[in-house]
């Protein structure tokens, strides 16, 4: 079975209907930011953003994916900041309100988070060094973190994976396929 991608048109339609949903939840008139539109937006690390204004901003990066539950769970995300207002950042207020309007990013499959960050385009790959010499490809970043750049292990504090001791991490440029 071929599953259709998510154009621009499904992506206003799934704000349009989540919305319609949320309000059944919590009348617009009680949010702190009324909704107002959709737009689109190309950010490095994030699916979505809201702003002051009441506008929802969707990656472009979803487009041409099946990421349809890791979508909806970013709109529900993002109108969950607008009826909590901004200020509450990700507080427990803001966690209340998102439970409530069902954003639930946790049981999302993994390969849908993969085909936004394939399409992102991230600057670098992070990866996990061992004793052993192997190495593991953990995540691709836009940026350096200092938490890797500046890992020191010691005799007891230090990083593990599957109880795997890790000696140090490593960035590396993204080298773009050609076909």
């Not at 699916?47 to 990421?67: E, K, L």
Request: glycine share 4%; net charge positive.
């Amino acid at each position: 079975m071929i599953e259709k991608v998510i154009d621009w048109t499904w992506v206003e339609q799934e704000y349009q209907r989540i919305k319609f949903e949320l309000e059944t939840i919590e009348p617009l008139y009680k949010w702190s930011i009324s909704p107002k539109g959709i737009l689109k937006t190309t950010h490095k690390t994030k699916y979505g953003m809201a702003d002051r204004q009441g506008n929802v901003h969707i990656n472009q990066a979803f487009i041409n994916t099946t990421s349809y539950e890791l979508l909806e769970a970013t709109i529900r995300h993002e109108f969950a900041h607008l009826c909590v207002g901004l200020q509450h950042g990700h507080d427990a207020v803001f966690k209340a309100k998102a439970q409530q309007f069902e954003a639930h990013f946790r049981s999302i499959n993994k390969s849908q988070h993969q085909q936004i960050s394939n399409n992102i385009g991230h600057k670098y790959e992070l990866y996990a060094s061992f004793k052993d010499g192997e190495e593991l490809l953990l995540k691709k970043v836009q940026r350096k973190h200092k938490k890797y750049t500046q890992y020191k292990p010691t005799v007891f504090h230090y990083l593990t994976i599957n109880g795997k001791k890790i000696v140090a991490f490593n960035y590396r440029d993204v080298v773009e396929k050609k076909f």
